[in-house]
């Protein structure tokens, strides 16, 4: 209760100053429109108010309890800052819900316990449409556990804005050093013989601004590090931040970036050691990607001097005019399924990167994209000479950018895999600068991603390469579904609502519990030979999803649900990728399942074996209640039976045209359907849908 205390006290000293936005609550006087998700359990108040509580002791049996917003109609960028505390064991996230959409969005979310109450500063971004927010707290059932809400704050601007007048500093944080250290500074408390400033923000002593002093300094280069909070999306634009400075020379003041890696990249040094007032600094930020901002300062002595920084701001334009924007390098992409895009062979080479379509079969499987789609095959038998060195360039991007390059490759044969596939990064001279990857041996007959990061201060391409001294040594190698884009491909983009690769879990998908038969998560080849999929779709050596048909007995079912769909009146594009091969295949099918009656609807269904290839399969669907998707499949006549499934995607909108004319699906399914799922009604016939 202490801290409670003095979170509130501090609020009622500072909390004046606040542009408080709806949706805000400190939850004294009630829940200021928050309610608790019926379907879940419940959110209880303390009876001193001052917090809010999701507590194992009154979960009644159920996992999680999910707080709910009013409806909010915030459309500029806004900064949501709550005060937590997790007690023994749990978690905490929180989403948005937009309207319209079947799926909640996840902002944030935390699984660490603590000892005191914490913040998190939670950027929300502008938007034209209305939507809720969803606090969802899972205690576990250990006795004492418990998830609990202080305060809920949403105020106008970047959570990585502050003029420090708040008690939470706006979730900047101090690395602790033994000797110096940031502190808040400016106060009425201060020593009237301190040579500080007075704050920036209202020019008097009662403000408030942090700053760092040497004189407990005691060693060589004692550092004291500032951290902000890490964005919870990529920003860029203009950082804006106000400094004074006294400092000896040999001491260092410096602005930092750091990634989710850790990386840190240095954007502002001040020039001058000695400023008489505080001086604003513009710097931009060109980040696809979260980060934090560290003000740092090194001493090296005990005189080394104090600085100080306040009103820090930022703005979505960049402060210098001269500043190069965000480049789009999609120009870059290509799945070659109508041509080849912007990339091109040499002349000399043209017949050694073909642009080809190949029937799978025992000997070939597909493409990447589509599986029945196009893709570059490198080495085929329609090259004329036996020694070549073949080279495919890709469009001109702009240097000074941190590129993220991924391509898939596949092999085929068992020669020698020497100088098969290299990438370089040529100059606008076509001058080679650097080799950044080779081929090594790998699987055969596999889809392989492979991800590149790469970064020149001048104009560059990418150029593959493939080298063949014997033409009877080199396997025949595939090139589909090339990709570049802006950041570090080591950062990861986070889990999106409605998509599944099977890479790290389940993405909440389950199992009916009357199957006769089990989907199962696994990776590599499966183990029944002539079916099944040598790996999965997404990496190559990563999960996916299916039934061991040995394990099963013919007319054995497996299904796997989806969690559950708000459902909503726009329609819904459902893709995955699907494995049917073996003499034995029997069915895979999708299904509609009602939430209410648990009624259910046939949307898609795929009856023997298809082809040694990942095919994939989209069509449009429209519910406008609770509803699930349903993947069942039922084992075949024999144990060359197994079903996989991959890359599940259920994003809001249709599946365009042109996704039709290049796939194996019914097309009365694909587009019948979307007018008979509005009103999600089922007629007697259970494969058929009908209209009120």
């Known amino acids: 209760m202490n801290s409670i205390f003095l979170l509130a006290l501090l609020f009622l000293v500072f909390g004046a100053q606040l542009q408080l936005l709806p949706g805000s609550c400190n939850f004294d006087n009630g829940t200021c429109g928050y309610t608790s998700d019926p379907v879940y359990a419940k959110w209880t108040r303390n009876r001193e108010g001052r917090f809010i509580t999701a507590d194992s002791s009154f979960m009644d049996g159920m996992e999680k309890a999910v707080l709910v917003s009013p409806v909010l109609e915030i459309l500029d960028w806004s900064c949501l800052r709550l005060v937590y505390q997790i007690t023994g064991a749990g978690s905490l996230q929180v989403h948005q819900r937009q309207e319209g959409d079947n799926f909640d969005y996840t902002l944030w979310s935390v699984d660490k316990p603590s000892d005191s109450w914490l913040i998190a500063s939670i950027d929300l971004r502008n938007t034209s449409n209305t939507y809720q927010l969803l606090m969802e707290g899972q205690p576990r059932k250990e006795t004492g556990s418990s998830v609990a809400l202080f305060e809920i704050h949403i105020v106008p601007g970047y959570c990585i804005e502050c003029n420090f007048e708040e008690h939470h500093l706006c979730g900047y944080s101090n690395h602790w050093n033994p000797n110096v250290n940031w502190y808040v500074g400016g106060s009425l408390a201060r020593d009237p013989q301190s040579n500080l400033p007075d704050d920036h923000t209202m020019n008097n002593q009662r403000g408030h601004y942090m700053y760092v002093d040497s004189v407990y300094a005691k060693h060589f280069q004692e550092v004291a590090k500032l951290t902000s909070a890490m964005t919870t999306t990529p920003v860029s634009g203009c950082l804006s931040f106000y400094y004074q400075r006294d400092q000896e020379r040999g001491n260092i003041f410096s602005v930092f970036t750091r990634d989710t890696l850790g990386h840190y990249e240095e954007i502002w040094r001040p020039e001058v050691y000695a400023t008489i007032s505080w001086r604003l600094v513009n710097v931009d930020i060109k980040a696809p990607h979260p980060l934090e901002v560290v003000f740092e300062v090194a001493f090296n002595s005990a005189r080394g001097g104090y600085v100080a920084i306040d009103d820090i701001s930022f703005s979505p334009e960049f402060c210098h005019t001269e500043t190069e924007p965000l480049v789009d390098p999609s120009i870059a992409n290509c799945d070659f399924e109508k041509d080849l895009c912007h990339y091109h062979r040499e002349r000399v080479a043209s017949k050694v990167w073909n642009w080809v379509t190949v029937k799978p079969n025992a000997y070939r499987i597909g493409d990447h994209t589509t599986g029945t789609g196009s893709f570059l095959?490198?080495?085929?038998?329609?090259?004329?000479?036996?020694?070549?060195?073949?080279?495919?360039?890709?469009?001109?991007?702009?240097?000074?950018?941190?590129?993220?390059?991924?391509?898939?490759?596949?092999?085929?044969?068992?020669?020698?895999?020497?100088?098969?596939?290299?990438?370089?990064?040529?100059?606008?001279?076509?001058?080679?600068?650097?080799?950044?990857?080779?081929?090594?041996?790998?699987?055969?007959?596999?889809?392989?991603?492979?991800?590149?990061?790469?970064?020149?201060?001048?104009?560059?391409?990418?150029?593959?390469?493939?080298?063949?001294?014997?033409?009877?040594?080199?396997?025949?190698?595939?090139?589909?579904?090339?990709?570049?884009?802006?950041?570090?491909?080591?950062?990861?983009?986070?889990?999106?609502?409605?998509?599944?690769?099977?890479?790290?879990?389940?993405?909440?998908?389950?199992?009916?519990?009357?199957?006769?038969?089990?989907?199962?998560?696994?990776?590599?080849?499966?183990?029944?030979?002539?079916?099944?999929?040598?790996?999965?779709?997404?990496?190559?050596?990563?999960?996916?999803?299916?039934?061991?048909?040995?394990?099963?007995?013919?007319?054995?079912?497996?299904?796997?649900?989806?969690?559950?769909?708000?459902?909503?009146?726009?329609?819904?594009?459902?893709?995955?990728?699907?494995?049917?091969?073996?003499?034995?295949?029997?069915?895979?099918?999708?299904?509609?399942?009602?939430?209410?009656?648990?009624?259910?609807?046939?949307?898609?269904?795929?009856?023997?074996?298809?082809?040694?290839?990942?095919?994939?399969?989209?069509?449009?669907?429209?519910?406008?209640?609770?509803?699930?998707?349903?993947?069942?499949?039922?084992?075949?006549?024999?144990?060359?039976?197994?079903?996989?499934?991959?890359?599940?995607?259920?994003?809001?909108?249709?599946?365009?045209?042109?996704?039709?004319?290049?796939?194996?699906?019914?097309?009365?399914?694909?587009?019948?359907?979307?007018?008979?799922?509005?009103?999600?009604?089922?007629?007697?016939?259970?494969?058929?849908?009908?209209?009120?």
């Open 377 to 692: 095959l490198v080495n085929t038998y329609f090259t004329l000479w036996y020694g070549y060195m073949g080279r495919l360039h890709g469009p001109f991007l702009p240097g000074n950018h941190k590129y993220c390059l991924r391509f898939y490759y596949a092999l085929h044969g068992f020669r020698s895999v020497d100088n098969a596939l290299m990438i370089y990064i040529y100059d606008e001279n076509n001058v080679a600068q650097e080799k950044v990857w080779s081929l090594t041996e790998t699987t055969r007959e596999i889809w392989t991603k492979v991800d590149i990061t790469y970064t020149k201060p001048m104009t560059t391409k990418v150029v593959f390469v493939s080298i063949c001294q014997n033409f009877w040594d080199c396997p025949l190698l595939a090139l589909d579904d090339i990709r570049v884009a802006i950041g570090d491909c080591r950062i990861p983009a986070g889990p999106v609502p409605g998509e599944c690769d099977f890479e790290t879990g389940d993405c909440g998908y389950t199992q009916e519990k009357t199957d006769s038969g089990d989907w199962l998560r696994v990776q590599g080849q499966t183990p029944t030979s002539y079916t099944g999929p040598r790996g999965d779709h997404t990496t190559g050596v990563g999960y996916f999803m299916y039934i061991e048909a040995s394990l099963m007995r013919p007319g054995h079912t497996a299904r796997m649900l989806s969690t559950d769909l708000r459902g909503s009146m726009e329609p819904h594009c459902l893709i995955f990728y699907y494995h049917m091969y073996g003499s034995g295949t029997g069915i895979l099918s999708v299904l509609l399942r009602r939430g209410d009656t648990h009624r259910e609807a046939l949307l898609w269904r795929r009856h023997g074996e298809q082809s040694i290839s990942w095919m994939r399969a989209m069509l449009d669907y429209m519910c406008d209640c609770r509803h699930q998707i349903v993947f069942e499949a039922i084992r075949g006549p024999s144990i060359r039976s197994d079903i996989a499934v991959d890359d599940i995607v259920i994003k809001k909108g249709p599946c365009t045209a042109g996704w039709y004319s290049r796939t194996s699906l019914n097309l009365k399914i694909g587009i019948t359907h979307i007018s008979l799922l509005t009103h999600c009604m089922l007629s007697k016939n259970p494969n058929q849908l009908s209209v009120t």
